[in-house]
């Protein structure tokens, strides 16, 4: 079994920062890759940022800038470094590992979600 746990939500002010973490832990044999999604009140969830196992990173046009993904591979955990945060970052974050399990089964994974809030 693979186990995902989220941390790091909160309540910001604009103009402040945030740091989410994601770690995946259990039956893992290789991360593919990894990435942070978005879903704000009556909207669909959005990529916010992918890091590949070779390091490519992609993130969505509007965060370039404010957002960086990164990644601890010995602790099979990714960040998500936001700074400069708007009203409209404000949504619950979502982790997510594209991996092979122990028995060789490639899976996606998510995390349980975080709230984020930002305040005005």
Request: a positive charge.
């Amino acid at each position: 079994q693979v186990q995902v746990v989220e941390s790091g939500g909160g309540l910001v002010q604009a103009g402040g920062s945030l740091r989410l973490s994601c770690a995946a832990s259990g039956s893992i044999h290789r991360i593919n890759h990894m990435g942070w999604y978005r879903q704000a009140p009556g909207k669909q969830r959005e990529l916010v940022a992918v890091l590949t196992s070779g390091g490519s990173t992609n993130y969505a046009d509007s965060l370039k800038g404010r957002f960086t993904i990164s990644r601890d591979n010995a602790r099979n955990t990714v960040y998500l470094q936001m700074n400069s945060v708007k009203p409209e970052d404000t949504a619950v974050y979502y982790c997510n590992f594209n991996l092979v399990t122990t028995t060789r089964a490639t899976v996606a994974f998510w995390g349980q979600g975080t709230q984020v809030t930002v305040s005005s």
